[in-house]
């Protein structure tokens, strides 16, 4: 079977989609399953990157959209000679071009969104998204084979946005044991690690509150908080000053590359609870009741079984934080919004 896997960026400092679809690649390559990876960037690579059979093609046109092309060409050309595409992003040229290139040649394709249909997405820049969204993504996303949300959360709000129905969830997977354990401690254990952009949407001010709630109980008191990422200058201003109440408690460890992000969640508390290590192959789905405050904790193991536990907690707007204490989960904190 040959796949190929298109998105617009595989720069790390893009974010997450560029960082999971590595892995992502490399699994179905050990399933001896033929994996092409396609994206955008300035100079052209037509081996390899990172382990992975790649293409990278100049974007000509928008730092965002980032249009190329030479990708579409080579997706015209070439397409037919792969049994599934699997797209990352929507709102991007080389969605547009691969989707309409599968079409043409009745190559099944599935679509990754990203996080970028849900509810509070589509609100930033509506008047331009609604219009993309009529003009292209629409019918991009209701021909696609499938459409792959990472979460239930996201595919519950998306689909209720915009009337999709044919969705289904896999969770993105973590390597837990990428790093050879030759290390020195890079935060002062135990502590919690969250990997992410720190932007917004991702309600770390919420987890913040949370957190720091959580260390006024003695058992929890000598534990931290370390937040691995960048994002706007003032929103991580405003964070810090949340933390400043306990700023040995809680770390900004700024960007971290690669090698440095495997060494940190190798040490991280959630890596070395004594319960069932397969439970943190998969970021945990949580989800909320929109008529009580019960939060769903939905953890998938590598046996793909499900735990499902559930908490009682208040919001706060739109974003909740809550502290774990369960016989299925590490003990520390899990936030969503």
């Known amino acids: 079977m040959r796949v190929v896997h298109v998105i617009p960026s595989v720069a790390e400092r893009s974010g997450g989609p560029a960082t999971a679809i590595i892995p992502m690649c490399r699994a179905l390559m050990q399933q001896g399953i033929e994996v092409?990876?396609?994206?955008?960037?300035?100079?052209?690579?037509?081996?390899e990157y990172k382990g992975v059979p790649a293409i990278f093609f100049p974007p000509q046109?928008?730092?965002s959209f980032k249009y190329s092309r030479?990708?579409?060409s080579w997706l015209s050309s070439n397409i037919k000679n792969f049994d599934?595409?699997?797209?990352?992003a929507v709102?991007?040229?080389?969605s547009v071009a691969a989707s309409h290139a599968c079409r043409n040649a009745g190559v099944p394709y599935i679509i990754r969104p990203l996080g970028t249909l849900d509810p509070w997405s589509m609100a930033q820049k509506p008047l331009r998204k609604r219009l993309f969204w009529h003009l292209s993504a629409k019918g991009m996303l209701h021909r696609a084979a499938a459409v792959h949300y990472t979460s239930e959360v996201e595919k519950l709000s998306t689909e209720r946005l915009l009337g999709l129905n044919h969705g289904k969830v896999v969770a993105l997977g973590i390597d837990a044991n990428n790093s050879n354990g030759k290390h020195a401690s890079l935060f002062p254990q135990p502590y919690v690690?969250?990997?992410s952009r720190l932007h917004p949407k991702k309600g770390l001010d919420v987890l913040i509150e949370a957190f720091l709630s959580l260390i006024k109980s003695d058992r929890f008191a000598h534990w931290r908080l370390v937040l691995a990422g960048d994002g706007p200058s003032d929103y991580v201003s405003k964070l810090k000053t949340a933390a400043s109440a306990q700023p040995d408690r809680i770390v900004f460890a700024g960007w971290l590359d690669e090698e440095t992000k495997h060494v940190a969640l190798s040490d991280s508390e959630a890596n070395k609870q004594p319960v069932d290590r397969s439970i943190i192959y998969s970021k945990p789905d949580?989800?909320?009741?929109e008529e009580s405050p019960e939060i769903f904790v939905s953890i998938v193991d590598h046996t793909k079984a499900v735990h499902d536990v559930h908490f009682q907690c208040s919001f706060n707007r739109n974003h909740y934080g809550l502290v774990i204490d369960d016989p299925y989960a590490f003990k520390g904190i899990f936030y969503g919004f």
Request: proline residues 3%; charged residues 10%.
């Open 286 to 289: 949580i989800r909320r009741s």
């Open 91 to 94: 709102f991007n040229h080389s």
């Open 36 to 47: 092409l990876l396609l994206s955008t960037a300035d100079q052209e690579a037509v081996q």
């Open 193 to 195: 690690l969250v990997l």
């Open 70 to 72: 030479p990708l579409s």
């Open 61 to 63: 046109l928008g730092a």
């Open 84 to 88: 599934l595409a699997h797209i990352h």
